[in-house]
Structures are given as structure tokens and as C-alpha cells.
């Protein structure tokens, strides 16, 4: 049981580097709702490291069992359809790592997240990395590889994007977005900023931190 | 204490057996929700563990329908084990190392808490249907003036599957500040015309036995003995799934090689239910099915706020875990869903897990090791909230 506790005190501080750039985001103490919280891993870190009382969504009823069994507070839903029944303003940052390009309705979840959350955290692989665009160009064919592993006919990624389309998405729903960091394939993390070109060539995942304006 | 012959139905005296009581509302009375009041009663109740110098590992375990005080160790009326004897003990889940585990007979029950079946200090005979109509919320209320008695403030978790969940709602309803962590297991927010509905034909069932005497079969020395076990085989049939029914009975046959053209039991499921019915009747109350049965019919916990379900949960902090089964058609996950909706609402702290099984309702009384580990992990992590790992 010692061994087990200490096993996993050890696993817990070795996130995952889009995970770590989230949790870094999110003020310690703070009330968080991590929506697509998979099997727990950036939620049990906030929990354990930044003291958050947090709380999670999750669509597979084997990631549910996982956290619940973990002691995490996660529930069995839907970000489509699930996130309707929370009040406004209930948490200070409501969390989407690498689940938008999967919703049925990304505009409508953005929105509630932050009617929900007076800060929304979203993290999404993007279509313009270089290797997409290569792929697409050269060989005409979608995307398949570690951050797109699956084809295109059983991809549960419904709706993609790119750094650029998210950014004029945000700017048209009037949200302001505070940090904005691309993760190149080598896991290196930049700030995008006024690099708009070369983030949305190089950067194969980002993650934005944003609220309203 | 010996097993009573489990056909011995007809004329059936159930040994006398002491339960361990305590009398409540002694200087004040339970105010039920019919209007009535309730003074000096018994509450027949048990416990295992040890309460800890904080006071802060009690968790109460709230019953179902046909369950009683014994959680754990041997029935002393039916010898069999306690009906959470897997869950309940040292070691288990619900460790009696650690926790201090309460398990009280629900207001109107049959082992030895006032009901029917009871005295009725005022005339000295049985109370039988003069025995006030009682809802769940009267339940939790007796419930709260059990901790009273006992001087413990809070509970560490509150717990209970099917009516027992029901409590449990109705605990962090009534009493928020005492609740530190509620799990309701396979339950609902209220009664659906479906519940209701089976409900009242096991009532009918009771009723129409001549041996009822209008409820004064105890007066009489009769027991509707027929009637009472028609309701626990309907009701036991709600309690399993159509792919339970399949794989423990199928088609088979009982002690035969062909079907014998009359109304025996030529199949096995007609011999296991009509086995139900009779030894539950040698431990059960017909009055006492009538009343608690009502009571579960009555609950509807949004109903006196507005019909608002959220607003019931407003004060709570507690750690909610939410737990159903795929199979169960009694109370279905959608439910639970309907209470985790709520929960959010409130903005509580709550865990939702639909766990897969055959095994229908009474799947929260069974081996289910899914169910016992995300059990022990939201018991685990509010241990930690609570401090009380060593």
C-alpha cells in the first residue's frame, strides 16, 4: 500500500508536457473542472501539487472508473451535452485538453466553458503543422501520425483546426485570450504571440489560455 | 440461533429475539411528516468498529426495503450472514478497523425499531395500522436523533443502496452540515409511476389475503403469510435483470424431466421465487411491507423545494459519489443521471459511475468488484479530505 503510494507520488510529478504547460497555467488553490479528464492524470496533479479543488468530466466509462477509483471526483458526460446543467461562474478555470477537435459543437462548448469558468484552458493538435500540410500537399493524403494516430475513418476527431482558425474563432466570439503557447514535435514550448506564421507552421500542439471580454 | 424451517410459512411464529434498542424522542417527540408525533420509541440499531476520539469515522449505513440493522456478522433470526457482509468488516471496504460503522432499523421496520409490529405504548397491543404513515424523511429524522443520542456530530459517510440511497439523499438534504461525504447507490430523487406501480401490486397481494384481517392479523394470530410472499416475489423479480433471470435459470426445469401439464413449479426460476416469498415471510412484517413501501412511494425529494432537485442540495459540501448499474431497471442510471444533473447544478463535489453488470438492482449487494473498487477509491480520497489516514 506504502509502495503503491509512493509508486505513484513518483508517476504524479511526470505529466505529460501539454498537461504540465496546463497545469502551469492554473493558480494554485483554485476551483477547476477538467472536461475529457481521460483517466485522471492532469486532474490528479492539480489535486495532489496545486492544491485545486477539482472536479472532472469524462465521455468513457472506463476513464470515469479510473478516476473515481482514484479519488477523484469525475463524472460519467458529455462536453456537449453535460456542461448545460453547471451554473455560471462555478469554477475559476474550466480545463479542455486535446477534447475540442472531438465535440460535436466546439463554438457552443467554448462558450459554456467560459459561462462555467471565468477562465477556460483549451489545448487542440494543430492542422497547419508542417507535417499536415506536407502530407496533404505531397502525398494527398490526411494526416497520420503520434499526435494524429488515427485514420481518418475511425477518428474520433470530428471537427480540426488550426492555431490561426482558433485565434479568429476567439476573435470573433469577443474572447480575450491572456497566453497562447504552441508545442513543437520536439515537445518545446513558445509563446505565439505576433509569430502567428511560423507558430502555426511549427507548432503541432497548442494551448490557450483564454476569458471574456 | 437456528435457521427457521423455510417452509413453515403457515402459522409461522418468528422467535422472539432481543434486539439491541435504544429509546428516542423521549423529551422531545419526532414530528413525522404526516403531522403526528412520535414519543419514547425504540430504535433498534447495531454497530461494528470503533468510535474514534475525534468522532470523525462514523459512517452510517442506511437499508433497503427488506433490510434490517444486521449489516455484518450472522442474522441472529435467519443465521445467514449479514446482508453487506462482503462489504462490511475488518479489512473490507467499509473497514471496521478503521471506521465505526452504524446500522439502524428504519422507522417502520419489523427488527425491533417502532412499526406496525410494534407496541403501541398507549393501548399495549400491537400498533398496526394505527401506526402513523411515515415517509423516508421521518426515517433520516429518527436517524439524526439516533447520532443524537449517541453524541456523535457529523458523519465521516453516509451510505445506502436502493431505499437506503434514498436516506442518503434525504441526510444531505435535511442535515448538511453533518454529511461529510454521502454515496447513493442504485437509487432515485423519487419514486417513478413504474416503482409506485410494483409497489402497490405487492400492497394488493398483502391486502387480499383473507389472513390480513384488515392489518389486525397479529391481534388475530395469523399471518398473511400468502400475500406478503406474492409481494417479495414480484418485488424480487424487479430486483434481478432479464440476463440474470437467463443465465442462473433459463428454461430449466425443477426436479423433472418433462413439464407436468398442471401449475407446480415445473421451472426452476417458479421453485427460487416461490423459495423467496416463504422465507421472507418468516422474517418479515406484512404491515411493516405496507408502510415502508408507502414511504418509498411518497419520496419525491425535490417536491418541497419547488420541484427544484438542486435546490436540495444548495447547503451541502459534501463529496457525493453517485453510483449505478447498467442492468438495473428498478432505478435506472438515467436516474442517477437526474441526481448528478442536480449535483452540478448545486455546484457540489460529486463522482458518477455507472457500473457494468448482469447482475440488475441487487448488484450493489453482490460481488461486484468494479462497484468495491471505485467504492474503496472515492472512500480512500475522502478519507484523505478527512484526514484520517495515519
Known amino acids: 500500500m506504502n509502495m503503491a503510494r509512493k509508486e505513484s507520488e513518483a508517476r504524479r510529478d511526470a505529466i505529460r508536457v501539454d498537461l504540465q504547460l496546463i497545469a502551469d497555467m492554473v493558480e494554485p488553490g483554485s476551483r477547476v473542472l477538467d472536461v475529457g479528464c481521460g483517466d485522471g492524470e492532469l486532474l490528479d496533479y492539480l489535486v495532489h501539487f496545486k492544491q485545486v479543488d477539482g472536479r472532472g468530466i469524462e465521455l468513457s466509462t472506463s476513464g470515469v472508473n479510473a478516476c473515481v477509483s482514484a479519488g477523484l471526483p469525475v463524472i460519467q458526460g458529455d462536453a456537449d451535452t453535460d456542461l448545460d446543467d453547471y451554473p455560471a461562474a462555478a469554477f475559476d478555470y474550466v480545463l479542455l485538453s486535446q477534447t475540442l477537435q472531438a465535440t460535436m459543437a466546439p463554438k457552443q462548448v467554448i462558450e459554456n466553458m467560459l459561462r462555467i469558468g471565468k477562465r477556460a484552458i483549451v489545448s487542440f493538435p494543430n492542422f497547419a503543422h508542417w507535417r499536415c500540410r506536407v502530407g496533404l500537399a505531397l502525398q494527398g493524403r490526411m494526416p497520420v501520425n503520434e499526435s494524429l494516430p488515427d485514420q481518418w475513418y475511425d477518428t474520433p476527431n470530428i471537427h480540426f483546426c488550426t492555431i490561426k482558425d482558433f485565434v479568429l474563432l476567439c476573435d470573433e466570439m469577443n474572447i480575450t485570450i491572456e497566453r497562447s503557447i504552441s508545442l513543437d514535435s520536439t515537445g518545446r514550448a513558445r509563446g505565439i504571440g505576433s509569430g502567428m506564421f511560423f507558430a502555426n507552421l511549427m507548432g503541432e500542439q497548442a494551448v490557450f489560455l483564454l476569458h471574456r471580454s | ?40 420509541f ?55 478497523d478503521k471506521y465505526f460503522v452504524i446500522c439502524s432499523n428504519i422507522l417502520g421496520g419489523c427488527m425491533g425499531t417502532a412499526g406496525p409490529k410494534e407496541t403501541n405504548p398507549e393501548t399495549g397491543g400491537p400498533w398496526g395500522l394505527s401506526f402513523p404513515v411515515i415517509t423516508i424523511a421521518d426515517m433520516v429524522r429518527a436517524q439524526a436523533m439516533l447520532l443524537d443520542a449517541l453524541d456523535i456530530p457529523d458523519l465521516f459517510c453516509v451510505i445506502g443502496g436502493s431505499m437506503g440511497g434514498m436516506q442518503v439523499l434525504e441526510w444531505a438534504a435535511l442535515y448538511p452540515d453533518r454529511v461529510f461525504s454521502a454515496v447513493p447507490i442504485a437509487c432515485s430523487a423519487l419514486h417513478s409511476a413504474q416503482n409506485i406501480a410494483f409497489n402497490e401490486t405487492g400492497r ?46 433459463g428454461r430449466k426445469l425443477q426436479d423433472r424431466e418433462s413439464v407436468a401439464y398442471g401449475f407446480d413449479a415445473d421451472f426452476q426460476v417458479e421453485s427460487y421465487l416461490r423459495h423467496q416469498g416463504s422465507t421472507f415471510v418468516d422474517r418479515f412484517d406484512a404491515n411493516s411491507y405496507l408502510y415502508i413501501t408507502r414511504a418509498m412511494d411518497y419520496f419525491d425529494l425535490a ?50 459511475a455507472e457500473i457494468e453488470t448482469d447482475n440488475g438492482h441487487d448488484a450493489f449487494l453482490l460481488d461486484e468488484p468494479e462497484f468495491w473498487r471505485v467504492l474503496r477509491g472515492f472512500l480512500d480520497g475522502a478519507d484523505e479530505q478527512r484526514g484520517l489516514l495515519g
Not at chain 2, 443465521?79 to 462489504?87: D, L, Q, S, T
Not at chain 2, 392479523?217 to 398473511?224: D, E, K, L
Request: one cysteine or more; glycine letters at 8%.
Open chain 2, 204 to 249: 394488493q397481494a398483502i391486502t387480499a389475503d383473507p389472513d390480513w384481517r384488515s392489518g389486525n392479523y397479529q391481534r388475530q394470530g395469523v399471518v398473511p403469510h400468502r400475500g406478503l410472499a406474492i409481494a417479495r416475489m414480484v418485488a424480487h423479480v424487479t430486483y434481478m435483470s432479464e440476463a440474470s433471470l437467463h443465465s442462473k435459470f
Open chain 2, 303 to 352: 417536491e418541497r423545494y419547488d420541484g427544484i432537485l438542486a435546490q436540495a442540495f444548495q447547503e451541502t459540501n459534501a463529496r457525493f459519489c453517485v453510483i449505478s448499474f447498467t442492468t438495473d431497471w428498478l432505478y435506472p442510471t438515467a436516474e442517477s443521471r437526474h441526481i448528478v444533473k442536480a449535483l452540478n447544478a448545486a455546484a457540489a463535489s460529486v463522482s458518477f
Open chain 2, 1 to 40: 440461533m437456528t435457521a427457521p424451517d423455510e417452509h413453515s410459512a403457515a402459522g409461522f411464529e418468528a422467535p422472539e429475539i432481543s434486539h439491541r434498542t435504544i429509546q428516542l424522542g423521549v423529551d422531545e417527540p419526532l414530528r413525522l411528516d404526516c403531522g403526528a408525533e412520535l414519543r419514547d
Open chain 2, 42 to 96: 425504540p430504535m433498534a440499531f447495531e454497530t461494528y468498529g470503533t468510535l474514534n476520539e475525534a468522532k470523525s469515522n462514523a459512517i452510517l449505513v442506511c437499508h433497503a426495503l427488506s433490510g434490517d440493522q444486521y449489516v455484518a456478522g450472522d442474522h441472529p433470526m435467519t443465521g445467514r450472514p449479514g446482508w453487506w457482509e462482503v462489504v462490511v468488516g475488518p479489512g473490507k471496504i467499509l473497514d471496521t
